[in-house]
């Protein structure tokens, strides 16, 4: 993580809680002393701050640095003393089943019950370790790792990524949208719907005002636009990253 990764996770941040009628750009302003003009460029990406400004924002409401990192540090240190060298060499070797689901199953589920489980597929476990994560606390307990098939419907609005048949594997603890590599877009799934009647879209996604805006590869297929409303925030329709695509042989 960099400089900028930061710079563009603590705007997510602050447009989320702007989002959720929590803090409004003149009171950030006045908290942090700038004018309001200055705010209002920097959450719509016009002008960046420097790191002082980044302090000051930082204190203003409150946060810390650490709040913002999407990796587990202690976790990521802990696994390094217990595992040490000869198990990491032998990382590339290991596979982790990962439970397959429909998408209703993938979007509301916290944990996949035996049942629900179509299928399982073996993804390299180096794939899959240190993945960086960010989620609110309350999607914190939720199985990490679950993959959905992707349909001819999902695969005609993302071609030429996507493909009938392949199995998307979601990492459901992060749920940030900031980009997960800078200078690259993110491919996230999302829900849409409520309970029963849940779904996924794979697509990638912005933020424009209180909506999300899903945006689809192909020229031919349709943008959609879900409004974040009251105490909702992004978070709760992202499902989670697309870390792994695994094609059909």
Not at 77 to 99: D, K
Request: charged residues 20%; hydrophobic residues 45%; contains cysteine.
């Amino acid at each position: 993580m960099n400089f900028q990764d930061l710079h563009e996770r603590l705007r997510l941040e602050l447009v989320e809680r702007i989002a959720r009628g929590g803090l409004t750009g003149s009171e950030l302003a006045r908290q942090a002393g700038f004018k309001q003009a200055h705010v209002s460029n920097y959450l719509n990406r016009k002008r960046a701050l420097s790191l002082e400004g980044l302090d000051r924002v930082l204190a203003a409401q409150g946060l810390s640095v650490d709040e913002l990192l999407p990796l587990d540090l202690n976790a990521a240190a802990g696994e390094l003393e217990e595992g040490g060298a000869g198990q990491n060499a032998g990382m590339g070797l290991r596979t982790e089943a990962i439970p397959v689901v429909t998408a209703t199953t993938a979007a509301v589920e916290a944990v996949v019950r035996p049942g629900t489980v179509i299928e399982t597929v073996e993804v390299a476990a180096a794939s899959l370790r240190g993945n960086r994560w960010w989620t609110p606390e309350k999607y914190g307990h939720w199985e990490r790792y679950v993959g959905v098939r992707v349909d001819a419907q999902q695969a005609a609005a993302m071609e030429p990524l996507l493909t009938a048949g392949a199995i998307a594997v979601i990492d459901r603890h992060y749920r940030s949208l900031a980009p997960y590599r800078p200078q690259q877009r993110t491919l996230f799934a999302v829900r849409t719907g409520l309970g029963a009647g849940a779904g996924l879209v794979l697509r990638y996604v912005e933020m424009e005002g209180t909506n999300l805006v899903l945006r689809p590869l192909s020229q031919s297929a349709a943008v959609q636009v879900l409004a974040v409303r009251g105490q909702e925030t992004p978070a709760d329709f992202i499902v989670g990253r697309v870390c792994v695509l695994v094609s059909e042989l």
